[in-house]
């Protein structure tokens, strides 16, 4: 049962790494089509109709589908001063805590996500700008970036679960930095 345990971690490790590796790889991409709309705007004195559009998207994928991936690497903010005067059990039963209504808010973004996906298709929304893109895909991504983090966050839950029941870790701390290189 550990050894499936652990391959389940292993894989939300790993699609959680790809996906966060690959939103880290639009932002040349972002600073180029900025960088383009500020040559075009002020060298050129002809602005782009879709640079601050396709700008602002991108933004929002690489912020969104970074989320997980910012937590797999524990890069998000703590209470430090309070967090490490504990135990680490009581650590365990803070990260079950707060975890578990991270979730909870992530179910909700999926549930908004999915409705306003659904008027953007029906009602064919898009951004009230000159180039006037469609709005669906940002739904999508969002759908797409909430499940990422709740993978995450329940093989997070997962693994201090195992740790309360058994007092040992789920995954050995040598695994964890080697799958995150």
């Known amino acids: 049962m550990t050894a499936i345990l652990r391959s389940l971690?292993?894989?939300v490790d790993?699609?959680?790494r790809v996906c966060g590796k690959g939103a880290a790889l639009l932002m040349p991409v972002l600073a180029f089509i900025v960088a383009f709309e500020?040559?075009?705007?002020?060298?050129l004195n002809s602005p782009t109709i879709w640079a601050f559009d396709l700008s602002l998207f991108l933004f929002g994928y690489i912020a969104a589908l970074g989320g997980a991936y910012a937590q797999q690497q524990r890069?998000?903010?703590?209470?430090d001063i309070l967090y490490y005067r504990v135990s680490k059990r009581s650590r365990a039963v803070f990260n079950l805590i707060s975890w578990a209504l991270g979730i909870f808010f992530l179910i909700l973004v999926v549930k908004m996500s999915f409705g306003k996906f659904e008027e953007?298709?029906?009602?064919?929304?898009r951004r009230q700008s000159e180039w006037s893109p469609p709005m669906f895909?940002?739904?999508?991504?969002?759908?797409?970036?909430?499940?990422?983090f709740i993978a995450q966050l329940?093989?997070?839950?997962?693994?201090?679960?195992?740790?309360l029941m058994s007092g040992q870790p789920l995954i050995a701390h040598?695994?964890?930095n080697e799958a995150g290189e």
Do not use: K, P, Q, T
Not at 75 to 79: L, M
Not at 120 to 125: F, K, N, S
Not at 154 to 163: G, I, Q, S, T
């Open 9 to 11: 971690c292993h894989i």
């Open 14 to 16: 790993s699609v959680v």
């Open 38 to 43: 500020v040559f075009s705007r002020y060298v």
């Open 75 to 79: 890069a998000h903010i703590n209470v």
């Open 120 to 125: 953007a298709i029906e009602y064919d929304y």
């Open 137 to 148: 895909h940002f739904w999508i991504m969002m759908m797409v970036a909430a499940g990422l």
């Open 154 to 163: 329940a093989r997070d839950m997962l693994a201090e679960v195992y740790y």
């Open 174 to 176: 040598n695994e964890e």
